[in-house]
């Protein structure tokens, strides 16, 4: 992984082998991100996602393998109790070009990822809902 | 529904329950804003999408119900003729991961929802489009 | 294609049959942008998407026709040695609100598509990695 900071606006390339969200934590911290939105294309041949059953408080998870386009990763950096959080979404194409999606859990890289962060001037923690059974941005 | 801004950046959390164009639409009118770019994720359980069909200037509709991730909702907001317009599309992944979406009619979160609009300095107005069918940039 | 420029900001509308790879060039080219984010929706009757197979170093192609509403449209504006270069994925939902993306090698647009170019005061460029076979980013 290697990236460059222009003021306010990163740009990252994470390498093959990588795991998506263990490098946005590393750019987070190395730069002391505090509030930002993330966005990203890439490729990946490993990757699950989770999508939320409200009425169980639970999440299942599907795991994809083979040749997969990004493309859509959407998100932010912020923190809970002062603490790194990141919360992203993520699709990939498969080789037909059909798209799957969830919260991502985890992404490992094939072949490169490109990805911007727009850091915000400002602070946004998170609480944990009782009702909903998530930690949700606390104003 | 809660947000704040932080200079030209807004940050937001729709709840459950709420619909999401209409709360870009109460974001917009508190603060304001003629010109933006929306992006976000989120769940929800309840959504209409519609997909254009140029050659007969209708949109077709497609509504989905079930636990579906959010993976990927963009657009802007600006005006028509001087009042509120918002144009977003979103894409959700249901709990197999398999991603429906098209052009965003309704959406109802179902867990939460987390918005970054970036407020643009300027304006964009719309025009009605005969040829087309629809409404159109202006510059 | 018109567009209007908000300082960093573009904001942009093509039209029915133009393509989107070449007229995201025609404004990079215009404005001399050297590093920028793009998203975009839109609606495409025909576009074609790649999908990278690492161990064979080659891209496969799917292409599809018919109505499609552009649910995401995600990447950069950059350079290799010094000239423009884009890099752009895209989903797309069809009449039943299925998503269908990869990498975009090309998309006419059948009715329009709104772009935002978020313009970075920078420079990235890209070399080409021998190990993975394809331009990266270069820091």
Known sequence: ???????????????????????????????DI???????LGATNDFTVGVYKVDEK?????????NFEIVSLTGTINTMNDEFYTHIHMSAGNDKGEVFGGHLNRAIISATCEMVINIIDGRVDRYFDEE?????FKF
């Open 34 to 40: 505090k509030l930002a939105s993330v966005s990203a």
């Open 1 to 31: 992984m290697e990236y460059k900071r222009f003021e306010n606006t990163i740009v990252a390339r994470f390498d093959k082998g990588e795991e998506i969200l263990e490098n946005i934590k590393k750019i987070a911290l190395a730069e």
């Open 58 to 66: 639970k999440y299942y998870s599907n795991e994809f393998k083979g």
């Open 132 to 136: 909903i059974g998530l930690n949700l």
